[in-house]
């Protein structure tokens, strides 16, 4: 066995997956051997998530009765809402308020008691932790504005649900089909950090309520889940600076500071994700009649590119793309773990199948043979 340590266990592979493929120096990204160009447009997230639970693309009629399940489960019960309701009156951070209904969740599932190697248990559970957390997060925007939350509607799909009830208002086609989008290209990223968390909680034999609690705590820290909130706060400085783009970023650049949505622990070219919702960012602006946030996108983009070699992750144009469906900037990340579930659930169904305690050595660098003394010595 190595003794060589490998810092944030860069490189190293712990296990096999037939999830999510990613190449970093090609730019390539696929779930269950389907590149997300070639589906990225077309299906919805129910279907990912179909594919992702079960290995392959439901067939209509599946993917009817899959939708059908989940609209069915969107429902809280009335102590989960009392839970979220006090947390609002608080203004707790979005993310905690996640993390706490997620583990409160537990409580109020029919199946909270079954073995955790249970597959249809499981199945069950991860429809109603995916169904409920829009739900739960759309009810906690509304009530810390002062807002009655807004009940489900079982005749929308998963994602233009989540708009009506953070709205109230019906999403436009446009706005549907882009967050729908979103959904789907946020679903899986491999063995990122809280997937990797969600795992490690799962190979103690623990249920998928603890592991997807583990995994919004570790997507809740600012080197992985927060970074499309800094890109909007730094496009609107943008805004609000009187500045072109250039000068701005070329000021900001100077001035040693951090440009958000550029690089990737994974990806040495641009990330396949960005060059999708760049798409969307665009339409949104269009029809908005306000591509500003677009364009300021684009010349961020060009200018990091050709002078610092950088190309954008998926936060990139996330942000502006949310911005202009009037989602509030410190829900983006929420955002991403509605998405995120559907892949950590995937994960955790994948590791009840062939489980190994994931159990990691430290090397010690402390000192030895220290003499002890008493406390009435000390």
Known sequence: MSDEVKRGLEGVVVS???????????GELGYRGYAIEDFAHEASYEEVLSLLWNGEWPTRSERDE????LADERELDPAVYDLIAELASTDANPMATMRTVTSALSAYDADTDASPDDREANLAKGCRITAKLPTALAAFARLRNGDDPVEPRADLDHAANFLYMLNDTEPDEVA???FDTALV????HGLNASTFSALVTTSTMSDLHSGVTSAIGTLAGGLHGG????VMRMLKEIDESGKEPREWIEDAVAGGERIPGFGHRVYNVRDPRAGILETYSQRLGETAGDPRWYDYSVAIEDYMTEEKGLAPNVDFYSASMYYQMGIPMDLYTPIFALSRVGGWIAHMLEQYEDNRLIRPRARYVGERNRE???LDER
């Open 16 to 26: 096999e997956s037939r999830l999510s493929y990613i190449d970093g120096d090609a």
């Open 66 to 69: 899959f939708a059908a399940r």
């Open 176 to 178: 549907a089909e882009t």
């Open 185 to 188: 290209l946020h679903a899986d």
């Open 227 to 230: 970074a499309n909130q800094n």
């Open 372 to 374: 002890f003394v008493p």
